[in-house]
């Protein structure tokens, strides 16, 4: 059974910097995408960030792009999200996704392209 085990939230002042990793283990994983999504309080879960694990190409929802940067460990089944300029809006519980199974598709924004998720960390910005 794959695992997805998260770490690196936490309260952060506004501007500043947080860098999340999510690490797959347990069972046989290859990973064709991974992606971080984020889900604020009443809100639905939104994508946030993916990468494509072959080669490497990266996603990002408008909202994030430049200050936000997706990268990946393949070795160890790593995937991190550094997170610069932080603001107040970014403020969510943040979740790591993998795509497992087969996809003729380089990410996915939606949830249901992925098959294994995190269980969540805490992203909170001060204003």
């Known amino acids: 059974q794959v695992k997805m085990v998260e770490s690196g939230g936490g309260l952060v002042q506004a501007g500043g910097s947080l860098r999340l990793s999510c690490a797959a283990s347990?069972?046989?994983?290859?990973?064709?995408?991974m992606g971080w999504f984020r889900q604020a309080p009443g809100k639905e879960r939104e994508f946030v960030a993916a990468?494509?694990?072959?080669?490497?190409?990266?996603y990002y929802t408008d909202a994030v792009k430049g200050r936000f940067t997706i990268s990946r460990d393949n070795a160890k089944n790593t995937v991190y999200l550094q997170m610069n300029s932080l603001k107040f809006e970014d403020t969510a519980v943040y979740y790591c996704?993998?795509?497992?199974?087969?996809?003729?598709?380089?990410?996915?924004?939606?949830?249901?392209?992925?098959?294994?998720w995190g269980q969540g960390t805490q992203v909170t910005v001060s204003g």
């Open positions: 990468i494509n694990w072959s080669v490497g190409s990266t």
């Open positions: 347990g069972g046989i994983f290859s990973a064709y995408y």
């Open positions: 996704a993998a795509k497992s199974s087969y996809s003729a598709y380089f990410y996915s924004t939606a949830t249901y392209g992925y098959d294994y």
